[in-house]
C-alpha cells in the first residue's frame, strides 16, 4: 500500500512541475496559480 501511495504521490508531483513549466514558459511565473502550485509541491516533499 505504500509504495502505491507514494507512486501516486510522484505522480501528483510531477504534474504540478509540468504545470509549473507551462506556466513559465507563458510568463506567468508570477502569478497566484504558480505560487499555490508551487506550495502543493512543497506540502507533497513534506509528506
Partial sequence: ML????R???QLEN???NVLSLL????L???Y???????L???C???
Fill in 41 to 43: 509541491i512543497w506540502a
Fill in 24 to 27: 513559465e514558459d507563458k510568463g
Fill in 15 to 17: 504534474e504540478l512541475r
Fill in 33 to 39: 496559480a504558480y505560487q499555490n502550485i508551487s506550495h
Fill in 8 to 10: 501516486r504521490q510522484q
Fill in 29 to 31: 511565473s508570477q502569478g
Fill in 3 to 6: 509504495l502505491t501511495e507514494l
Fill in 45 to 47: 516533499e513534506q509528506i
